[in-house]
């Protein structure tokens, strides 16, 4: 097989305690044109992270020492939002959802095929770089609640405050300020974002309403801009109101 050109500042962090898997893909990940470095836990990452910076990390939720649930909390806690990619074992429920809630962007249950690794983080690494997200826009500011939307310099605050969004998320959010009281199915939110012959799925999507609903209210599980329209997709209701009582 042709070895692939490694791609530019494409470096991959592998965190595992097997080194049978880290060797594994190493070899894999650098055949598929991405740079690879490995750690063998969690001890240390951060200061990993200030010499070298990679593109995405995957990292093993359970490991000595440090486990990945702790390095995770730590890196968001620290506002650093490089893409994490969770690999869980198939039982860790909980754990997993967890790991979404303080800043996972996918997980993996192990065993795994590297084949399917390899598609998450490309996946992953697209939601991160929306398209249309990365050129500021000549338009006035959108405010909805106590939060406004700046176009100009692609960031959202709420009451001044400025909150960590990526370019992956502001995307998503500008897209659905863009349609306001519209339902916008799961697909039909990829194709806008990333065209119709885009690989990233529904669950990508979903793990970014789901950080945007906890930047956006207090309790995601009830929220109040971002609605779910059972059966249908996803509408931005700007003032708060219940999606049903709006498109019946």
Do not use: C
Not at 27 to 46: C, P, Q
Not at 57 to 68: A, R, T, W
Not at 86 to 93: H, K, V
Request: proline share 5%; glycine share 6%.
């Amino acid at each position: 097989m042709t070895t692939l050109p490694v791609r530019t500042n494409m470096k991959i962090l592998v965190v595992d305690d097997d080194p049978d898997l880290r060797d594994l893909l190493r070899e894999y990940l650098s055949r598929h044109g991405f740079s690879v470095a490995v750690m063998h836990d969690g001890d240390g990452l951060a200061a990993r992270l200030e010499r070298e910076r990679p593109a995405l990390i995957v990292l093993d939720l359970m490991m000595p020492k440090v486990d990945g649930l702790t390095a995770l909390r730590d890196l968001r806690a620290r506002n650093d939002d490089v893409p994490v990619i969770l690999l869980t074992a198939r039982s860790d429920e909980i754990d997993r959802i967890v790991g979404l809630e303080i800043g996972a962007d996918d997980y993996l249950g192990k065993p795994f095929s590297p084949r399917e690794l390899l598609a998450r983080i490309n996946a992953v690494l697209r939601r991160r770089k929306t398209p249309d997200a990365a050129v500021p826009e000549q338009r006035e500011n959108y405010t909805f609640g106590p939060f406004v939307l700046d176009f100009r310099s692609r960031t959202l605050t709420r009451d001044a405050q400025l909150l960590t969004l990526s370019d992956g998320e502001y995307g998503l959010l500008r897209l659905l300020v863009n349609h306001a009281m519209q339902v916008l199915s799961r697909e039909r939110i990829i194709e806008l974002l990333y065209g119709a012959d885009s690989d990233v799925n529904d669950r990508g999507i979903d793990v970014q309403i789901w950080r945007l609903r906890r930047l956006l209210d207090e309790d995601a599980q009830s929220p109040r801009f971002i609605q779910t329209v059972r059966g249908r997709g996803y509408i931005f209701v700007p003032d708060g109101q219940r999606a049903d009582m709006v498109t019946g």
